[in-house]
């Protein structure tokens, strides 16, 4: 079964957001919905949206929730942990920086996510890490070869532990006991930036080499 990717770079934080399509064309995911989604709304406008995934709930990834939940009717998944962030400007970070969002408030979200949990959508297996350090309800999703880890792991880079929750020994253990072990084959999907794999990035990354 075939995974269409496409992925849209949103708001003033330059976020990717990610559009996943199966075998069927007319049913569609979306992974981290960030500000300002024209561009995504008007790509999703023909399509049934089976599901919101949210890596994590910082502003920048939830910014175009509520409209397309709206618009679509589809549920979104979040981690337990994060569950009231969706609903507070100030844990979700949007009070913090004014020059880039207003305040965000969302429902909240109808389903919660956990580690080890495998969610059947668009004829294809999304299997869920939690993968906690930049934020604590952080979560990847790997689908076949293909991994969207957030905040967590960049090309060359790794996600910040100092915003609310965020802790740095709990990034690297995610980094290095769930994600590594996934093999090297694995392209990685991040939150912001280029995609990479996790070769690449066991070989490359400055950060945990």
Known sequence: ???????????????????????????????????????LLRAIEPLTIEAILLTHAHFDHIGGVEEIRNTKGCPV???????????SPKLNGSLMWPEAS???????AEYDLAEGQQLNLIGHTFRVFHTPGHSP??????????????????????GRTDLTGGRERDLYDSIQNKLFPLGDDVTVYSG????TSIGYEKANNPYIR
């Open 1 to 39: 079964m075939t995974l269409s990717i496409r992925s849209f770079n949103l708001g003033p934080l330059q976020t990717n957001a990610y559009l996943l399509q199966g075998d069927d064309p007319q049913r569609a995911v979306i992974i981290d919905p960030g500000m300002n989604p024209g561009p």
């Open 77 to 87: 998944y979040l981690h337990a942990l994060e569950q009231d962030w969706l609903t």
């Open 102 to 108: 207003p305040p965000i408030s969302t429902e909240p």
């Open 137 to 158: 309800g952080s979560v990847s999703f790997l689908c076949g070869k293909d991994l969207f880890s957030g905040d967590v792991l960049f090309r060359q880079g790794v």
């Open 192 to 195: 912001h930036g280029p995609k």
